[in-house]
């Protein structure tokens, strides 16, 4: 005990009172046992106010909680689309949807390759599906999941406004675009000129702008339900079962009109994928977490941090992940089209002629823009949505598990030789699914594609295995798979 240093402390005892010095002393360190026991008590009261409500800290102990516990310190409510019983068209629509009845060969729906419980994708890991009147013709590209696209806008060549909601001046806009070599867009910088960017539409080169618009094309589309002509498909809906629901919704007229009776039937399997809710069910986990419902696993959160991190994995440069400012709930993509040059995929019948190329945006499937070779070899970023279920990835369906895309994404620069097969000299063909002369037109500027060869990968492997766990946490059915 050192008396002179405590003589140096001041009085805890207010003036007037004369208790002799060790009296003051043991009250002193009572007092300062209470208080420090106090301040203790309230520390871990706090602590657990914090993990229990991390929504109601400030930003600085909610990030401490998050990484804790999981937590999302900032829930939101999500503006889910209402769901409200199946209208008569949508109901109709439901029918046509799983009548193989409309196909050639009376064996293939839309549910044929757009199986529900594969979240309206393929059910199988086929690169691509067979189709026409005896199921033996190959297909060009894998199916892609039908949900989440109630929110799909038209096809559109515009600038990149990233998540800003500002007006532009479309005339200006569109003199600027002529003559870009590529229309890059960086999270990081903004360009002197807004980047013009394909966006919105259906199927993988946005040639269909609507549901309903799009539903034709597989119909008679030779390599899929193979009709030879609308008319046909016409014939075919009038000796279905539900034939006289067309008449009931349209009138009896209908029945004589072969390109009303389409049109509607068409517009009734858009409706059946707006309105049912199998189509944008928002149940995942992580829809929870950001309501604040669900915590994330530690491998969890580290693969969102790193989702989310521009300078990183930067998947959320693309493939959005945030709320919109009212509440809609995010798709995992800006629906914009890339091209990332993903490899050949040898498996693909028609990718046996060396000279067949599938370039996207600037055809063979489109034709409207084949002199904008600026476009060739983009694609439209798919949600991420219900991905970790799928069994074929990407346009050309090449790869098979999400470990396959996660080394591409990271080697793709830095060590294009796992990438990209080799030819006879040697030499790393690097993005051998398109022609040389529209390489430039891959994106090299976005994280993780700016890495140069040699560098250091964007993610180790810990990395990798986490951002699989984040992208598990996008399947619908949590709360159902619970219980
Ligand atoms: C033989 C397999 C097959 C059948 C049958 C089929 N589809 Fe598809 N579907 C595909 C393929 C392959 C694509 C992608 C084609 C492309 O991008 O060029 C696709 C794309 C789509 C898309 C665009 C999705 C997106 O993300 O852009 C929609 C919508 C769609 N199909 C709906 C339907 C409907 C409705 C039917 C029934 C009338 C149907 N499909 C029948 C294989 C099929
Ligand atoms: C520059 C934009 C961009 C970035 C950054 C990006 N993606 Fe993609 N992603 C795309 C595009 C475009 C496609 C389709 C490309 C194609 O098929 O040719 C795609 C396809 C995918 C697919 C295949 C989905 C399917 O249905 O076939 C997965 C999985 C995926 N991305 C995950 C990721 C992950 C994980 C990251 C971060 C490491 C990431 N993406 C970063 C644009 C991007």
């Not at 002197?192 to 597989?218: E, N």
């Not at 944008?280 to 580290?302: C, I, N, P, Q, V």
């Not at 790869?399 to 790393?428: C, S, W």
Request: hydrophobic share 35%; net charge neutral.
């Amino acid at each position: 005990m050192n008396h002179s240093s405590d003589t140096a402390l001041p009085s805890p005892l207010p003036a007037g009172g004369e208790p002799g010095p060790v009296i003051a002393r043991r009250s002193r360190r009572k007092r300062l046992a209470w208080s420090a026991a106090g301040i203790a008590l309230a520390f871990v009261v706090y602590c657990a106010y914090a993990l229990v409500y991390p929504e109601r800290m400030p930003p600085a102990v909610g990030a401490i909680v998050e990484d804790l516990t999981g937590a999302n310190p900032h829930p939101v409510h999500l503006l889910r689309p209402q769901n409200a019983p199946l209208s008569a068209v949508a109901l109709l629509g439901k029918q046509i949807f799983f009548d193989t009845s409309l196909s050639a060969s009376g064996t293939q729906s839309c549910a044929s390759c757009h199986s529900p419980q594969h979240s309206y994708g393929p059910d199988n890991a086929f690169p691509v599906q067979l189709g026409g009147a005896h199921l033996n013709q190959a297909g060009y590209r894998p199916p892609p999941s039908l949900t989440y696209l109630y929110r799909q806008a038209p096809f559109s060549i515009g600038p990149d406004q990233g998540d800003t909601d500002a007006p532009v001046d479309m005339t200006q806009l569109a003199s600027q675009a002529a003559g870009m070599q590529r229309a890059q867009k960086t999270a990081l910088a903004a360009p002197a000129a807004p980047a013009m960017v394909p966006q919105g539409g259906l199927f993988w080169d946005g040639r269909a702008d609507t549901l309903q618009d799009q539903a034709l094309g597989p119909l008679t589309n030779p390599v899929e339900m193979a009709n030879a002509t609308p008319e046909d498909v016409a014939r075919k809906l009038l000796q279905t079962r539900y034939v006289d629901q067309f008449r009931q919704l349209f009138g009896p007229t209908i029945v004589g009109n072969p390109s009303l009776l389409i049109s509607e039937a068409m517009f009734a399997v858009g409706r059946y994928q707006i309105e049912d809710p199998s189509f944008h069910a928002f149940s995942s986990k992580y829809d929870d977490w950001l309501e604040g419902k669900a915590r994330l696993t530690r491998a969890e959160l580290h693969g969102l941090q790193l989702f989310n991190d521009k300078d990183k994995a930067n998947c959320a440069g693309c493939h959005l992940s945030q709320p919109s400012k009212d509440g809609l709930p995010p798709l995992f993509t800006d629906t914009q089209y890339e091209a990332l040059g993903v490899p050949r995929n040898p498996a693909i019948p028609a990718n046996k002629n060396p000279t067949f190329f599938d370039m996207g945006v600037c055809g063979p499937f489109r034709h409207d823009l084949v002199q904008q070779t600026q476009y060739c070899g983009m694609f439209l970023t798919p949600t991420l949505r219900n991905a970790a279920q799928r069994k074929v990835f990407f346009h050309n369906g090449v790869y098979h598990d999400l470990k396959q895309v996660m080394d591409f994404y990271n080697l793709r620069n830095t060590a294009p030789e796992k990438i990209y097969p080799r030819d006879a000299a040697g030499k790393v063909r690097k993005y051998d699914d398109l022609p040389a002369q529209y390489h430039a037109n891959v994106d090299v500027g976005d994280a993780p594609f700016d890495r140069k060869f040699g560098d250091q990968p964007a993610m180790n492997d810990q990395d990798i295995q986490d951002i699989i766990a984040f992208m598990k946490t996008l399947s619908d059915g949590y709360q159902d798979g619970k219980s």
